[in-house]
């Protein structure tokens, strides 16, 4: 009888057992070094999961006899069959050319990384330009010598230096807030493009670990863990360009990497008057397990800049021929900058399910600008030169809870985090200056402390094919500012927080196509100084975005992603650092198509093409007086590269923006334009040459463009036009690389 029951309950328990089986890895490459972000997928039950920053995974529902399929971007796809549950399975994946025939599409996919991922891997980054290019649908201008931070456009934004997309690097901030120049300013000129691993990016307000600035989207930038390899670069071209990078491996072990970077770039530019700038970056960055769950991080770096520019042009001058297009009114414009950062990480693996994420950031800005917009409009006799200037201490930490978990019914993964940033900007001031050298008077002049606390709770539930993903962030503001134009000492504050929801759908039909549904509210802060002027009224503007859209593979060789969406701003409202007022723009909506595809029809080629359609408009303007000022409509940017087995590789690249309006009654345009650049190059051994070229068909092409109203010396009206920076003509440099 006893033997019956036992025999009973085993016949019970055993398929409850067989179902709760689970079994624990680590992916490696050859050399014993982690692989992250790697896929593992069991054939039979149709269950995944994927590897963490130790490469370890653990991958429940197993039995076996199960076929598992391991894949990873860049590496050999493996297949293992389980022979054993109580052995934990170590995997090795050789290092491969790219194919597309390796991806996968699962519920953790997100399609706008994988494009990155792609992209960055065929067409490495190769300056400081090129990084933010990297983003699908993400497009920049320069306007002040090279050494000031990039204009951006994304989805309808003229985003102007970082007002509605969060960026970050390493999870270090970027985004300025209430900086001198104009709220968000983005400057990433410290990082150096040969460091760049990954990018972390999305599109819209749909993100719970992203805050403040996250309405268009955010893009975090990785840099790489460890080095393959010590590299050295010289690079030389044309407009008297130079350039030099080291990297050099340290340490590289399987437990422990460290490595320092350095770069230093100098060029004059094609503008008559030479731009005088220089470029200097050091990074040295180290990682280690401590433990066989505690892993730690530390790096710091520094960076420093000085430029002249010849500032953004009217049109009128050049027609008239009184300057060329690379001629200046004012070649007294320019600047400095630094930055040093320092950045500590403290991760540990809690359980096979769960993890915490801790890191510590400090930054010690400085910050100098002189532009003159307007040349003589405001002051006929010494000119309209602006100073912007400040000194910052920026610092914060973040702490991220995750754990993975699986019912009966469901499974998922839910997190948690805080954060804290401070930003101290002293002395930040805007001056009316004369040849750089005498002020003359000043419209801003003070002390910002602002303090930011955010709180988020995401998860993830996996029923079958469909993923939801429900999630709300917190985060509370504290503005103060000491303004010492006022005769009295008095620090006024303001106080405010803001609820942001988020819920997200994901219907994974099957390893080649996911739709995806994506609602959201996010938002981006005013300046404190606009804050405290508004006595804390409307100062958290908030945008509601709406995505639905699908990726795709209908053959191996292909992906396609595709979305249309929509996205809504309480207020446009922003803190106008040139000219130290408040320009509150109204309720806007933006909606449009976005078309990402990625094709390699052989295994030595290439095409990428991404495509963004948008229809921005003012829903407070009267019909024809609602346009929003550089909203780009269309923009397409393609690449062809080749890679050859016997080291040559290259290829194309086209960027298309179309005209756009510059005013609001669309009766001043910006010309659109399209550029192409090539690269070439050839690896022999342990040496690389190349050659890359800029604007290939010397295009005369408008790379930034404002609507101003300006007044010559010689005038006696004012003039409203679009005033630009011209675009650079064909620019040919070539490269040496020797690794070792």
């Not at 490696?28 to 982690?34: A, G």
């Not at 408008?702 to 003509?729: C, D, K, M, W």
Request: net charge negative; aromatic share 14%.
């Amino acid at each position: 009888m006893k033997t019956k029951l036992q025999a009973f309950i085993v016949c019970i328990l055993l398929p409850i057992i067989a179902f709760a089986q689970s079994i624990t890895g680590k992916i490696t490459n050859p050399y014993d070094i982690p692989i992250a972000e790697a896929q593992i997928f069991n054939q039979n039950t149709k269950k995944h999961t994927h590897s963490d920053e130790y490469g370890t995974f653990l991958l429940e529902n197993v039995s076996v006899g199960d076929s598992l399929r391991v894949s990873h971007i860049g590496y050999q796809t493996k297949y293992i069959v389980i022979n054993s549950l109580n052995e934990k399975l170590s995997i090795f994946l050789e290092k491969k050319t790219i194919s597309l025939n390796e991806v996968v599409i699962t519920p953790e996919l997100d399609a706008l990384n994988l494009m990155s991922d792609i992209n960055i891997q065929i067409n490495p980054v190769n300056s400081s330009q090129e990084i933010l290019q990297q983003v699908p649908g993400l497009f920049i201008g320069q306007h002040a010598g090279g050494g000031k931070a990039e204009q951006i456009f994304l989805r309808g934004f003229d985003i102007d230096h970082g007002t509605d997309i969060a960026i970050t690097a390493d999870g270090i901030p970027v985004n300025m807030v209430s900086h001198a120049h104009g709220q968000g300013y983005a400057d990433l000129h410290f990082l150096i493009p040969e460091t760049l691993d990954k990018i972390d990016f999305g599109k819209g307000p749909y993100y719970a670990n992203q805050g403040n600035f996250n309405t268009a989207g955010y893009v975090d930038f990785k840099t790489k863990k460890r080095l393959k390899e010590s590299m050295i670069k010289l690079e030389a071209g044309q407009f008297d360009t130079y350039r030099m990078l080291g990297m050099f491996n340290i340490l590289n072990t399987s437990e422990h990497s460290a490595y320092i970077a350095s770069e230093y770039l100098a060029t004059d530019g094609p503008f008559e008057s030479p731009q005088n700038f220089y470029r200097f970056n050091i990074l040295g960055k180290y990682t280690g397990n401590i433990s066989e769950n505690d892993r730690v991080g530390v790096t710091l770096s520094h960076f420093e800049s000085t430029w002249d520019a010849s500032g953004q042009i009217p049109q009128r001058a050049v027609d008239s021929g009184l300057i060329s297009r690379f001629g200046a009114i004012d070649d007294t414009e320019g600047g400095t900058t630094s930055r040093t950062n320092l950045l500590i990480n403290y991760d540990k693996r809690l359980s096979p399910n769960a993890s915490v994420e801790n890191s510590f950031f400090y930054s010690k800005y400085d910050f100098t600008l002189y532009s003159n917009f307007t040349f003589f409009l405001d002051d006929p006799i010494n000119g309209d030169q602006i100073k912007q200037q400040e000194n910052r201490t920026l610092f914060g930490f973040k702490s991220e809870y995750s754990r993975s978990f699986r019912t009966n019914s469901f499974e998922g993964e839910w997190n948690a985090g805080i954060s804290l940033r401070k930003d101290l900007s002293n002395d930040n001031a805007l001056s009316k200056t004369l040849n750089r050298r005498e002020i003359l008077s000043r419209t801003q002049f003070g002390d910002i402390d602002e303090t930011n606390v955010g709180a988020f709770l995401n998860a993830s539930l996996e029923f079958g094919k469909w993923t939801i993903n429900p999630a709300i962030r917190v985060d509370y503001f504290d503005f103060q500012y000491n303004d010492f134009l006022q005769t009295q000492y008095e620090t006024q504050s303001e106080t405010k927080a803001i609820l942001s929801p988020k819920l997200n759908f994901l219907y994974n039909h099957s390893d080649n196509l996911q739709a995806y549904v994506k609602t959201g509210k996010g938002f981006h802060s005013n300046d404190t100084r606009v804050v405290v002027t508004q006595n804390g009224r409307e100062i958290l503007p908030s945008a509601y975005g709406f995505d639905a859209g699908f990726i795709w593979k209908p053959i191996p060789e292909l992906v396609l992603n595709t979305a249309y969406w929509q996205l809504y701003l309480e207020q446009e409202f922003v803190y106008v650092g040139d000219a130290g007022i408040v320009e509150p723009s109204g309720k806007t909506r933006r909606q449009g198509i976005d078309l990402s595809v990625r094709y390699q029809p052989f295994q030595w080629l290439f095409w990428n093409v991404d495509t963004n359609y948008t229809h921005a408009r003012s829903t407070e303007a009267p019909n024809g007086e609602d346009f929003i000022p550089l909203a780009p409509d269309f923009t397409v940017s393609s690449s062809l590269n080749f890679q050859s087995k016997d080291g040559f590789y290259g290829g194309f690249k086209l960027r298309h923006i179309k005209d756009r309006p510059a005013n609001e009654d669309n009766s001043i345009v910006a010309e659109g334009y399209t550029v192409v650049d090539f690269n070439i190059g050839y690896d022999w051994k342990n040496m690389s040459f190349g050659l890359q070229i800029q604007n290939l068909f010397d295009t005369e092409w408008n790379e930034t463009q404002f609507a101003t109203e300006s007044r010559l010396q010689n005038e006696t009206q004012s003039v409203e036009e679009i005033h630009f920076t011209p675009g650079v003509p064909f620019f040919a440099k070539a490269s040496v690389t020797y690794r070792f």
